[in-house]
Structures are given as structure tokens and as C-alpha cells.
């Protein structure tokens, strides 16, 4: 499905989705949430104007709506992590609230009517550089500084779990690609030497598969279990082959 | 003199929003007959048609002008315009009011995304506090007496359908499976 219209400007992933189920007109279900669910993620993809920080919230939602969507196409379907998650639609539900109610709070601060204290204080203005808020003393400091330290414990303890760099085959097509093009010919066990686990040695043998379907390499096998040798192929293309090739 | 009227002076005198903690020390009654003591203060002042008003917030009362005279008050003390809110930074406040205190991964649990930069620019500005309390090791944040006199309310719950935004079940809904998730 096409995007069909722009969206002005989101501050955050709810207001992005809010913004594409009303703009459909409809009421918010599981229902339209999985009918957004790809306009949401072409938003998303290649959006310059979502901060780096943000992105993770971003893709939060994207894959609350992608399980939705499959839930819907494979009812078997069961995540046991994802369903631990409070649900989307009660979620944006209640964002949706909260941004009704925010309308009429801003009337209030824009309206005329407000209260003074003896002193009139103001609400303060941002000033740049260091202010401090009033009443701070070196013990206000070293309270926080106490409470900064014991926050960051959990944080040291939590158990350490790390994601496996993922090694793509668009990458091994072009290390490959790489090499040929210097040496001319090489082999399948100096290719994947160095291999850091077995998916990247099977990603290196899809990638070699690949340039020969390119016609980029032919390979050459004595017997079985026995090295692979690759040598360029004389007609190769001068393209970088890892643009032609689509997961 | 009744206990009202004593509150009345030091809240006058104090300029500042006070606790009823305070009140309490410096007036030798419980706590108790302090909340009691600003209810009959509210009411006397509501009542005889005083330019005065109380508002209430947690434990603390500030004796304010009522947002009726708002501009000649403003007037007499030339004072500014508040700046306008941003949309995150309205959206924020109005979570707070309603809801708070509230952690932050709670607050950030209803708008979506992550809001540390919003909570750290609205605390500057005095619209926001920190709680003493925490919940799950975290600090909980709420609107400040400055904010509720900016919109002219004598308390939060004078804001536009605030029982049904408060108690609303599917908050605490929203709000209780992330503390599930994150109970150890």
C-alpha cells in the first residue's frame, strides 16, 4: 500500500500513528492499527528528522504493529514477550486522551486568567549557561550526587547480554567481490577464514552462490568435502554486484 | 485566634507556597487540624468574595490572587506573558497533572517516547518538581504550585474532566503492566 498523503510533522511514534488512523477515519482497533501498520514503518524508514534517540520508540511500535498484523494473518500466532507489553491499542487509546485533555490545558496557560503569589514570581525563562535552581546548596549537590550513585548499581548489575554482530551477505558479496577483483582467484576456506560462527560461514557460501549466478566468479570442486576454488570469471561485470542483489 | 486565621497570616507573610508539614511545626497543631484549618480557609475566602484565593497542591497551600483580576494584578506588576509550550512539553505537563507524580519510564509508558530532555527543560522552568517518593528506584515528578497558578486553578482538580483523566481504568491499566514488566 502506497502512502497516500504527507504527515505534517510527529513528535513521537503514538502521535505519528494517531495522526495515520485518523487520518483514515478510523476509530482505533486492532483493526486499524494493522491498516496503518505499513504506512507507519515507510514513515519510519529513512525519516531524517527523527532524532537517533527516539528511533528505539519508533521501532517499538513498528514491531507492536507488525506482530498485530501477522497475529491477524496466522491466528496461531503467539509471542510470549510481545504480549507482556501493554497493548498498542489501549496505549494510543489513552495517548489520545491525554492529547485532548492537552489542548485544553494549553488554553488555560494561553487564556488571561492566572493567580499571583506575593512575590510574582514568574515562571522562569531559560537562560543559557549554569542556573541553578534557587535553594541549592553543596549538600543539595552531594544528596544528588549520593542518589545518582545508587541509581547506576542496578544498572551495573544487570546481567550482561550482548546481540551478535550480524554479519550481512551483502557484505561477504562485496568482500568477496574484493578480493577476486585483486587476486583473480582464491579459495572457499580463505574466504571464510577468520569466520567468527557458522551462520557466517553459511552467509560467506550464499554470498558465493550469489556471484556465481552474477557470473561474476566460477568455481571449480575436485570432490566432495575437498576446497572450493574460485577464479573470476573472465566476463565479469565491472558493477559492484552487491547493488544487485535484493534480500 | 482560630486556626484558619493563623494560617492565613503566615501564608500571607511566607510569599511562598508552604507545607502543611510546616504549618504544623510553626503553628503546635497536628496535621490534621492543618488540612482542616486550610479547608475552612478556602472557604472563608470563597465565600466573603475575597480577592484572595488558596491553592492546594499535595501538601502544600500558597494564598494567591484570583484569576479574575488577573490583569490588573498583572498590571500593577508589569508582568510578562509565559512563553509559549511546546507540543511534547504540553503533552508532559498535561500527563503530570493529571496523573502525577510519575516516574519517568511511566510518563514516558503514555507518550511513547522517551521524554528525559522534556522532564529535565520543565523542571528547569519550575513548572515541574521532584518528589522525595520513588517507585521501582526511580524519582517521580509532578506539576508545581507555579504551574497551577499559571492556569489560574486553585488545584488540579479544577482542571477540565479531571476525575475521568485521574482515575481512568485504562491508565492504571497501561501503568500496572509496566510495573509488571519491570517487577525483578
Redesign the interface.
Known sequence: MAVTFRIEKF?????LLLQLVEQEKLAISEISLATVAEQFVNHVQGNKEIAP??L??FLV?AAKLMYIKSKMLIPALHDDELE????LE??L???Q???A??R???A???????????????????HAGF?P?QGVTADTLLHIMR?VIS?LE?ILQLPKVSIERAVTIQEKIKDLYERIKGHARTSFRAFVKGSENRTEVIVSFLALLELVKQRFVNVEQGEIWSDIHIHRHKDAPEFDPAHNFQV | MNIDAKLEALLFASAKPCTVKRLAEITGADADDVKKGLDALAVRLEESGSGLMLVRHGHEAELVTRPDVAEMVGALLKAEAYGELTRPSLEALTILAYRGPLTRPELEQVRGVQSSLILRNLLLRGLIEEHEETRLGQSTYGVTVDFLRALGVSSVSELPDYEDLRGNATVADVLSQLDEAQQP
Open positions: 513528535e513521537g511514534p503514538l502521535d534517540e527516539e528505539a520508540d511500535v507482556e507489553c501493554p497493548d489501549t496505549q487509546r489513552e495517548y486522551r491525554f492529547v485533555a492537552s485544553e490545558i494549553n488555560l496557560w494561553a487564556g488571561s486568567r492566572r493567580s499571583y503569589s506575593r512575590d510574582a514570581r514568574a515562571t522562569r525563562t531559560i542556573v535552581p542518589r541509581r542496578p
